[in-house]
C-alpha cells in the first residue's frame, strides 16, 4: 500500500468517470470531495427513487456538466442491467466504483439488529443478504465489462467491521454481521478473479468507522464523541485509504484509518 499521504494526488490525476451508488449521506459526501479533488472526473450518483433527495438535488444543480443521477437498487435486476447501459455508452473509462449502500434497519417488525438467535427472522436475513452481500457481487458483474476497457481502477464497497469473524468478540446482529462477511468472502472472491483478467483494477472493502447517518442513527448513543464521524470525515478518510491502494493490495478489507481488518 502507498503512503496515505500521497493519495491526495492521485484524486487530482484520475480522468475518466465515477459511480457513487446510494446517495446517502456517506455517498454524497463522496460526490462532494471527487467533484473538489477530482476535477477530470465526470460522476454517477444513483438512489433507488426516480426523484432525487433534496441534498442531491442540489449537489446536481452545483455540477451540471459533471454529475448525473441514476436510478438503482441493487435487489433490481432491471435497473443493473440498465446501470450497465449507461455506463456502456460513455466515452470515457470507469475510473472508480464507490458502494455505498447498506442496510441494518428497517420499520417493519423484527428489522433490527438481533441481540439473541432467538430474534432472528428470514425475513431480516433475506433482506440484510440481499443488500449487504448479493448487492456488491452483482454490481461487480454489472462494471466487469466497462472496466475491461479502463486499464487502473478501483473498485470500494463498504464493509463493516461487525463483518470481521476473527474481530467478533460480541455477538450479535446476526443477519448483518453474517451478510457483511459474505460480502467480504464475495469480494475477495472477484478481486481473485480480476487479478487475471483485469489486473489494473484494486477491489477493496472498506470500514467507514461509526458514521453519522440514518442508518447508525439508533446505535450512536454509546459511541463516544471522537469515534462518531461526520460523513465528510469519512469520506476524506476512505477516498484516501483506497487510493492509497495498488492492485496488489486487491482482496483486502480495511479500515477507515488505513488498517487491515481481520477477516
Request: glycine share 8%; hydrophobic share 45%; with cysteine.
Amino acid at each position: 500500500m502507498q503512503n496515505l499521504s500521497a493519495a491526495g494526488s492521485v484524486a487530482a490525476t484520475l480522468q475518466g468517470h465515477g459511480l457513487v451508488v446510494a446517495d446517502g449521506a456517506l455517498g454524497r459526501a463522496m460526490v462532494r470531495l471527487l467533484l473538489d479533488q477530482a476535477p477530470a472526473l465526470t460522476i454517477t450518483i444513483t438512489g433507488r427513487t426516480p426523484d432525487p433527495r433534496p441534498d442531491t438535488r442540489q449537489l446536481l444543480r452545483q455540477a451540471p456538466d459533471r454529475l448525473a443521477y441514476g436510478v438503482l437498487d441493487l435487489c433490481r435486476d432491471e435497473q443493473l442491467a440498465d446501470l450497465g447501459t449507461h455506463l456502456d455508452r460513455l466515452d470515457c473509462p470507469l475510473r472508480l466504483v464507490f458502494n455505498a449502500s447498506g442496510w441494518l434497519h428497517g420499520p417493519a417488525p423484527h428489522q433490527t439488529p438481533e441481540k439473541r438467535l432467538a430474534a432472528l427472522r428470514r425475513s431480516a436475513l433475506h433482506r440484510s443478504f440481499a443488500v449487504n452481500a448479493w448487492g456488491p457481487a452483482l454490481l461487480a458483474q454489472t462494471v466487469e465489462p466497462v472496466l475491461k476497457r479502463s486499464g487502473q481502477a478501483w473498485f470500494a464497497s463498504l464493509s463493516a467491521r461487525v463483518g470481521s469473524i476473527g474481530d467478533n468478540h460480541l455477538g450479535g446482529w446476526y443477519s448483518y454481521r453474517a451478510a457483511k462477511a459474505a460480502q467480504n468472502q464475495l469480494l475477495k472472491t472477484v478481486a481473485l478473479e480480476w487479478r487475471r483478467t483485469m489486473p489494473g483494477v484494486c477491489v477493496a472493502c472498506l470500514h467507514p468507522g461509526t458514521t453519522d447517518s440514518p442508518l447508525s442513527k439508533p446505535f450512536q448513543a454509546r459511541v463516544p464523541p471522537a469515534k462518531l464521524f461526520t460523513p465528510d470525515f469519512s469520506a476524506a478518510a476512505l477516498l484516501g485509504v483506497l487510493l492509497g491502494l495498488t492492485p496488489r493490495d486487491s482482496g483486502g478489507f480495511w479500515a477507515w484509518d488505513g488498517q487491515p481488518v481481520p477477516w
